[in-house]
């Protein structure tokens, strides 16, 4: 008897769904709070065909999912980012790229690979831009969901481009940088509030690394050069590109907003790796960084782990001393959390509140409830999904005119396996433990997915 081994990537609320539609007037349970109005997208990899070898859930095509909310009311949307690479598979009726953990398509006429702008969002400038962090942003109108195309900054985007850009809340400038294979291993770019990429320099590498993620504060950006590096040496000798490599130390880079590599300082701590940070921000002499942190990592890794505590992600703090250079590390929760977030509007400032998803006890990327942080008395409460119910990331919508930190909503869309449908979760921030005020029920299953935004009603009036 033959056995199909089921990717669990492409199995259950990982599975793609290929229909794109648009439904307006959802069933709501509870009531949508009335000064709660603009549109909540989320992103995420969704294969359009069957792939071809090993997949990765890193590797599907992105796929965009839109709640619109005004006067207590929903609409839903999904919608494919039209990227290169989907129009090119959707012409063939086929995959014509493989994935991550396949040998790179040296001879692929197209190209060794495809962005598939599948991972974030961020808005700026009055625009929504589809991210993934091998190469250009693409632009997607509001609230229709339709890709304009890849967003170059009229032709100065000369790097990758991160799925993890930060816009500072005063000043409307983002940061953001890419990584890649080859000297430069780095590149950070910094963009006015007007949408001018203003510049670009090199920060030096000893070599190239994996940084998913960064952060900023009032006055500086935070770089993470982790042990999770590349190595074309290592791939012709027939081992693997990408290595956890335990014995090397983790560095951390601060350097001035406007600044370059001759003004960045460097701090080593022990081995680790972060994927998301929740925040940063500046106390007297030091930097204070908030993130997720691992012991290492098997991510696009085959083979056997030594780690026991690999890919568990905890939330801790570093604090670096720019007078002294003295750097301390401390493990702020015990309960496994990733996908941090805070207000948006308070990015780069110390905040009280953070706020990230839970990690359910599985194999797979799951989770069962979110988690609010509270800073000033380092305790927390958790609001949990319910039995076979997962969500994803929790993202904070501010009340309009809200006085207070935490005055707001935490929303996520959220897969109940018992009845095999989808709803959008609506949570008061300042209530967590308590029943969300609002479930909007989709009429077709949401993957598990990656991150999202909420674009308020104010920028969806004033988008370009």
Not at 18 to 38: A, F, H, M, N, Y
Not at 107 to 126: E, F, I, Q, R, S
Not at 202 to 216: Q, Y
Request: aromatic share 10%; hydrophobic share 35%; charged share 20%.
């Amino acid at each position: 008897m033959i056995t199909t081994v089921v990717n669990p990537y492409l199995d259950g609320n990982f599975a793609p769904v290929r229909q794109e539609i648009t439904t307006d007037s959802l069933k709501v349970i509870g009531e949508l709070p009335p000064d709660l109005s603009g549109m909540f997208v989320r992103n995420g990899p969704n294969p359009q065909h069957q792939p071809i070898g090993q997949y990765h859930w890193f590797d599907g095509d992105g796929m965009l999912h839109g709640v619109e909310i005004s006067n207590g009311k929903a609409s839903y949307r999904n919608r494919y980012v039209r990227t290169r690479g989907w129009n090119i598979e959707h012409e063939a009726g086929k995959a014509v790229w493989s994935g991550l953990l396949e040998p790179p398509q040296m001879d692929n006429p197209h190209g060794p690979g495809k962005n598939t702008a599948n991972t974030a969002l961020v808005w700026h400038n009055g625009q929504l831009l589809a991210l993934w962090e091998g190469g250009a942003p693409h632009n997607i109108k509001l609230p229709e969901l339709a890709t304009i195309g890849e967003y170059t900054y009229n032709n100065k985007l000369t790097s990758a481009f991160t799925a993890h850009p930060k816009v500072d809340p005063v000043t409307g400038e983002m940061m953001f940088f890419g990584y890649s294979f080859a000297p430069p291993y780095l590149q950070y770019s910094v963009v006015s509030a007007q949408g001018e990429l203003l510049r670009t320099v090199p920060i030096e590498l000893p070599m190239g690394v994996m940084m998913h993620d960064f952060a900023i504060t009032e006055n500086y950006t935070i770089f993470m050069d982790l042990p999770l590096t590349f190595s074309m040496e290592r791939m012709q000798r027939g081992e693997p590109m990408m290595m956890f490599e335990s014995d090397r130390p983790s560095r951390f880079g601060i350097v001035p907003r406007h600044g370059d590599n001759s003004n960045i300082r460097w701090f080593e701590t022990p081995s680790c790796y972060v994927f998301h940070t929740l925040n940063a921000y500046e106390e007297g002499d030091e930097v204070i960084l908030v993130a997720s942190r691992m012991s290492s990592t098997t991510v696009l890794m085959g083979g056997s782990q030594t780690d026991p505590t690999a890919d568990i992600p905890l939330l801790h703090q570093w604090r670096f001393n720019l007078n002294t250079g003295a750097v301390t590390e401390e493990m702020l929760d015990d309960v496994p959390a990733e996908f941090p977030r805070v207000n948006e509007n308070l990015l780069g400032r110390k905040t009280q509140y953070g706020y990230a998803g839970k990690m359910a006890k599985s194999s797979l990327p799951l989770f069962d409830g979110v988690i609010k942080y509270n800073f000033s008395n380092s305790k927390s409460q958790t609001h949990e999904f319910g039995q076979g119910r997962y969500g994803g990331e929790a993202v904070f919508a501010p009340r309009l005119n809200a006085t207070t930190e935490d005055d707001g909503w935490l929303i996520t869309f959220v897969y109940d396996q018992n009845t095999e449908t989808s709803e959008l979760v609506v949570i008061n921030a300042q209530d967590v433990t308590n029943e969300p005020v609002a479930r909007v029920i989709i009429p077709q299953r949401v993957p598990n997915g990656f991150h999202g935004a909420w674009v308020t009603a104010a920028q969806l009036n004033n988008s370009i």
